[in-house]
Protein backbone atom coordinates (compact mmCIF):
# COMPACT_ATOMS: atom_id res chain seq x y z
CA UNK A 1 0.00 0.00 0.00
CA UNK A 2 1.35 3.68 -0.73
CA UNK A 3 0.12 6.13 0.15
CA UNK A 4 -3.47 4.59 1.28
CA UNK A 5 -3.64 2.64 -2.30
CA UNK A 6 -3.98 -1.05 -3.01
CA UNK A 7 -1.87 -1.74 -5.81
CA UNK A 8 -3.22 -4.46 -8.13
CA UNK A 9 -1.39 -5.67 -11.40
CA UNK A 10 -1.54 -7.12 -14.49
CA UNK A 11 0.86 -8.08 -16.78
CA UNK A 12 -0.56 -7.39 -20.43
CA UNK A 13 -4.41 -5.65 -21.08
CA UNK A 14 -6.72 -8.56 -21.06
CA UNK A 15 -5.13 -9.44 -17.93
CA UNK A 16 -5.97 -5.89 -16.74
CA UNK A 17 -9.57 -5.98 -18.10
CA UNK A 18 -10.17 -8.95 -15.50
CA UNK A 19 -8.40 -7.63 -12.81
CA UNK A 20 -10.63 -4.35 -13.06
CA UNK A 21 -13.92 -5.69 -13.52
CA UNK A 22 -13.18 -8.37 -10.81
CA UNK A 23 -12.43 -5.60 -8.49
CA UNK A 24 -13.83 -2.33 -9.73
CA UNK A 25 -11.08 -0.23 -8.72
CA UNK A 26 -11.51 3.93 -8.27
CA UNK A 27 -8.00 4.15 -10.31
CA UNK A 28 -6.63 2.30 -13.27
CA UNK A 29 -2.79 3.56 -14.57
CA UNK A 30 -2.94 2.34 -17.99
CA UNK A 31 0.19 1.78 -20.09
CA UNK A 32 -0.43 2.25 -23.23
CA UNK A 33 1.71 -0.04 -25.04
CA UNK A 34 0.77 -3.71 -23.87
CA UNK A 35 0.65 -7.24 -24.74
CA UNK A 36 -2.22 -8.62 -26.12
CA UNK A 37 -4.40 -5.64 -26.16
CA UNK A 38 -3.06 -2.04 -26.76
CA UNK A 39 -3.57 0.42 -23.98
CA UNK A 40 -6.65 2.44 -26.20
CA UNK A 41 -8.36 -0.65 -26.76
CA UNK A 42 -8.65 -1.04 -22.76
CA UNK A 43 -9.45 2.27 -21.77
CA UNK A 44 -12.35 2.41 -24.19
CA UNK A 45 -13.73 -1.32 -23.03
CA UNK A 46 -13.59 0.33 -19.42
CA UNK A 47 -15.61 3.77 -20.50
CA UNK A 48 -18.38 1.68 -22.46
CA UNK A 49 -18.72 -0.22 -18.94
CA UNK A 50 -21.40 1.76 -16.86
CA UNK A 51 -19.57 0.20 -13.83
CA UNK A 52 -16.65 1.96 -14.21
CA UNK A 53 -18.02 5.99 -14.60
CA UNK A 54 -16.68 6.23 -11.11
CA UNK A 55 -13.24 4.95 -11.93
CA UNK A 56 -10.46 7.41 -13.60
CA UNK A 57 -8.32 6.53 -15.92
CA UNK A 58 -4.89 7.59 -16.67
CA UNK A 59 -2.73 6.66 -18.86
CA UNK A 60 1.05 6.99 -18.82
CA UNK A 61 3.63 6.39 -22.31
CA UNK A 62 6.67 7.19 -23.28
CA UNK A 63 4.92 8.56 -26.27
CA UNK A 64 4.74 11.88 -26.29
CA UNK A 65 2.49 12.68 -30.05
CA UNK A 66 -0.46 14.60 -29.05
CA UNK A 67 -2.49 12.31 -31.49
CA UNK A 68 -2.04 9.95 -29.36
CA UNK A 69 -2.73 12.37 -26.11
CA UNK A 70 -5.77 13.51 -27.92
CA UNK A 71 -6.93 9.91 -28.84
CA UNK A 72 -6.36 8.98 -24.99
CA UNK A 73 -8.96 11.54 -23.88
CA UNK A 74 -11.29 11.35 -26.60
CA UNK A 75 -11.03 7.12 -25.37
CA UNK A 76 -11.74 8.78 -21.87
CA UNK A 77 -9.03 9.12 -20.03
CA UNK A 78 -8.48 11.53 -17.54
CA UNK A 79 -4.96 12.44 -18.44
CA UNK A 80 -2.09 10.83 -20.24
CA UNK A 81 1.39 11.47 -18.37
CA UNK A 82 4.43 11.19 -20.52
CA UNK A 83 7.09 9.06 -18.80
CA UNK A 84 9.39 8.95 -16.88
CA UNK A 85 7.50 10.42 -14.61
CA UNK A 86 7.95 10.77 -10.45
CA UNK A 87 5.81 9.04 -8.51
CA UNK A 88 5.03 12.58 -5.94
CA UNK A 89 3.97 13.65 -10.00
CA UNK A 90 1.47 11.12 -10.67
CA UNK A 91 -0.02 10.71 -7.28
CA UNK A 92 -1.14 14.03 -7.63
CA UNK A 93 -2.38 14.09 -11.08
CA UNK A 94 -4.09 10.85 -10.40
CA UNK A 95 -5.68 12.33 -7.11
CA UNK A 96 -6.89 15.72 -8.85
CA UNK A 97 -8.79 13.42 -11.47
CA UNK A 98 -9.89 11.14 -9.00
CA UNK A 99 -11.54 13.77 -6.88
CA UNK A 100 -13.19 15.80 -10.33
CA UNK A 101 -14.71 12.40 -11.55
CA UNK A 102 -16.42 11.92 -8.18
CA UNK A 103 -17.73 15.19 -7.99
CA UNK A 104 -19.05 15.11 -11.73
CA UNK A 105 -20.32 11.53 -11.61
CA UNK A 106 -24.01 11.17 -9.49
Do not use: W
Request: glycine share 6%.
Amino acid sequence: MKKGFTVLEADNGLDGLTVAEAEKPDLVLLDLIMPGMHGFAVCKQLRENPAFDKTTIVITSSKSYKPDIDKALELGADAYVIKPVEFDELFQIASEKMSIRLREKP
